[in-house]
């Protein structure tokens, strides 16, 4: 068994192209650092699985699978001159909707709205609770409704357990990782219905790439609502330091 594992939060298969070589900015540091390998770029020993999880539907394994898949494709839309089959498009969404979803700004969002929403039952059903034991109140039942397609009901107590949880969570940067990337089929096929233009750089210009890959915003650059439904949505995604991807419904 190893002793650890890196895991990559932005695939190998898809930065390589930034790095031949490339610079990497490291946040927060001063320096910069030249390299000519993806190995240890954008990556942390197990961040999505732990040490000796086996299971064939760990994170580590889905996001294996997904870069495996869609490589052929990756290659075919830096090289190709026309547009994408059918296929290949379908699968490259995936792909895209995976780098989104693994991205850790991306579950962060997620985790701290559902915290905030999950804060604020807390402090209604503790209020709640004192007028119960003032004799001023019914008895409560509870329901959790969470952002997305699960909830929840049980106790005060199951619910203050799970709320701590959820604030360990956070204060590990990995909040709600699992139910984030539940989103992948979802998320893959909103994206291969948008419109999808290909943008290359100008003679002595170049794409940079980040931790962060796939930008989704408003055409009018606001992240204010914005989904991957939204009629004003736009999507950018470097595909190499010549070629970006741009998505719009």
């Known amino acids: 068994m190893d002793s650890y594992r890196s895991q990559h939060i932005v695939p190998r ?31 942390s020993d197990w961040f999505y699985s732990a040490a000796g999880d086996a299971s064939a539907y760990s994170l580590d394994r889905v996001n294996s699978f997904i870069e495996d898949n869609a490589s052929g494709a990756l ?12 296929g290949s498009k379908r699968v490259l ?26 804060e ?14 003032a004799g001023k109140g019914p008895p409560p039942r509870l ?12 106790t005060p107590e199951e619910h203050k357990r799970r709320l701590e949880s959820l604030r360990e969570q956070v204060k590990s940067g990995k909040p709600l990782m699992h139910e984030a990337m539940a989103s992948t089929l979802v998320v893959g096929q909103a994206i291969s ?51 970006c991807l741009v998505m719009l419904n």
């Open 13 to 43: 298969c898809y930065l390589r192209p930034f790095l031949s070589p490339g610079i990497v900015y490291s946040s927060g540091s001063q320096y910069l650092k030249r390299v000519h390998s993806p190995k240890n770029v954008a990556s």
């Open 75 to 86: 290659r075919e839309i830096r090289m190709s001159q026309t547009a994408l089959s059918e």
């Open 93 to 118: 969404s995936y792909f895209i909707a995976n780098l989104y979803l693994r991205s850790p700004s991306t579950f962060q969002s997620i985790g701290l709205s559902v915290l905030e929403a999950t």
């Open 120 to 133: 604020d039952i807390q402090k209604k059903m503790e209020e709640l609770q004192e007028l119960l034991a």
């Open 143 to 154: 329901r959790f409704e969470r952002p997305g397609r699960t909830s929840w009901v049980g």
């Open 193 to 243: 219905r948008m419109t999808w233009v290909l943008a290359s750089t100008p003679s002595g210009s170049f794409f940079l790439t980040s931790s962060d890959p796939v930008a989704l915003t408003h055409l009018n650059g606001s992240v204010i609502g914005v989904g991957w439904e939204s009629t004003t949505a736009l999507a950018t995604l470097p595909l190499s330091p010549q070629r």
